[in-house]
C-alpha cells in the first residue's frame, strides 16, 4: 500500500515529509467522500454545505439559530454564509426573521419543507457512509475518529501558537509621535 498517493497523484518523487504525505492523504480521502455525498445529494438539488445548514437548522428546534451560530457549527468553512441562506430561503426550506428579544439580531429557521427534506435524506446519507467505509471495522472506525480528532486539536492549537506569534511581530505603532 505504500506510495498509493504517490501513484493517483502522478508523482515521481518522494513526498518532503511523512507529515506532508499524510496532510495530503488526508486532504485527497476528505475530497473523494465530500465528491461522494454531493452524488447522493444531487438528485434532490441540495449541495453538501446546503445539507449541513438542515441538519444544523432541525437539530436547533424551533429556537432556530443566528447566521454566526450557523457558521460556527458548520463543518466546512463558507465565506459567505449570508448568500448560501438566501439560497435556501429562496427554495422554501428555511425562513428568517427578527429575534424578538433583539430585534438587531435575524434569526433562521428550518421550515416544514426543510425539514421534511433533510429527514428523507437521512437514510440515503447514512447508507451512503455506511458503504463508503464498510470495509473498516469497528475498531479501526475508532481509531480512524481519535486520529483525526487528535489531529484537529493539534493543529488548532499550532494555529493559535502561530497567531499569537505573528500578533508579536508586529511593530507597535507610537501613538505619541504626531502626524506630519
Same mark, same amino acid.
Given at each position: 500500500?505504500?506510495?498509493?498517493?504517490?501513484?493517483?497523484?502522478?508523482?515521481t518523487?518522494?513526498?518532503?515529509?511523512?507529515q506532508?504525505?499524510?496532510?495530503?492523504?488526508?486532504?485527497r480521502?476528505?475530497?473523494?467522500?465530500?465528491?461522494?455525498l454531493?452524488?447522493?445529494?444531487?438528485?434532490?438539488?441540495?449541495?453538501?454545505t446546503?445539507?449541513?445548514?438542515? &441538519?444544523? =437548522?432541525r437539530g436547533?428546534?424551533?429556537?432556530?439559530?443566528?447566521?454566526?451560530?450557523? #457558521? *460556527? @457549527?458548520?463543518?466546512?468553512?463558507?465565506?459567505?454564509?449570508?448568500r448560501?441562506l438566501?439560497?435556501?430561503?429562496?427554495k422554501?426550506?428555511?425562513?428568517r426573521g427578527?429575534?424578538?428579544?433583539?430585534?438587531?439580531?435575524?434569526?433562521?429557521?428550518?421550515?416544514?419543507r426543510?425539514?421534511?427534506?433533510?429527514?428523507?435524506?437521512?437514510?440515503?446519507?447514512?447508507a451512503r457512509?455506511?458503504?463508503?467505509l464498510?470495509?473498516?471495522?469497528? &475498531?479501526? =472506525?475508532?481509531?480512524?475518529?481519535r486520529?483525526?480528532?487528535?489531529?484537529?486539536?493539534? #493543529? *488548532? @492549537?499550532?494555529?493559535?501558537?502561530?497567531e499569537?506569534?505573528r500578533?508579536?511581530?508586529?511593530?507597535?505603532?507610537?501613538?505619541?509621535r504626531?502626524?506630519?
Amino acid at each position: 500500500m505504500a506510495n498509493v498517493l504517490r501513484r493517483e497523484l502522478k508523482q515521481t518523487k518522494p513526498f518532503g515529509s511523512a507529515q506532508a504525505e499524510a496532510y495530503l492523504n488526508v486532504l485527497r480521502t476528505a475530497e473523494y467522500l465530500s465528491r461522494e455525498l454531493e452524488k447522493c445529494l444531487k438528485p434532490f438539488g441540495l449541495t453538501g454545505t446546503q445539507y449541513n445548514v438542515l &441538519r444544523i =437548522l432541525r437539530g436547533a428546534g424551533a429556537e432556530g439559530l443566528a447566521c454566526g451560530e450557523i #457558521a *460556527e @457549527r458548520m463543518i466546512t468553512h463558507v465565506p459567505d454564509v449570508t448568500r448560501l441562506l438566501d439560497r435556501l430561503e429562496r427554495k422554501g426550506w428555511l425562513a428568517r426573521g427578527r429575534d424578538t428579544g433583539d430585534r438587531r439580531v435575524v434569526v433562521t429557521r428550518i421550515t416544514p419543507r426543510g425539514r421534511a427534506l433533510a429527514d428523507r435524506l437521512d437514510a440515503p446519507v447514512l447508507a451512503r457512509h455506511a458503504s463508503l467505509l464498510a470495509h473498516l471495522k469497528a &475498531r479501526q =472506525l475508532k481509531d480512524l475518529i481519535r486520529v483525526l480528532e487528535k489531529i484537529r486539536a493539534g #493543529a *488548532e @492549537r499550532s494555529s493559535a501558537i502561530n497567531e499569537q506569534q505573528r500578533w508579536k511581530k508586529r511593530p507597535v505603532r507610537d501613538s505619541s509621535r504626531s502626524l506630519p
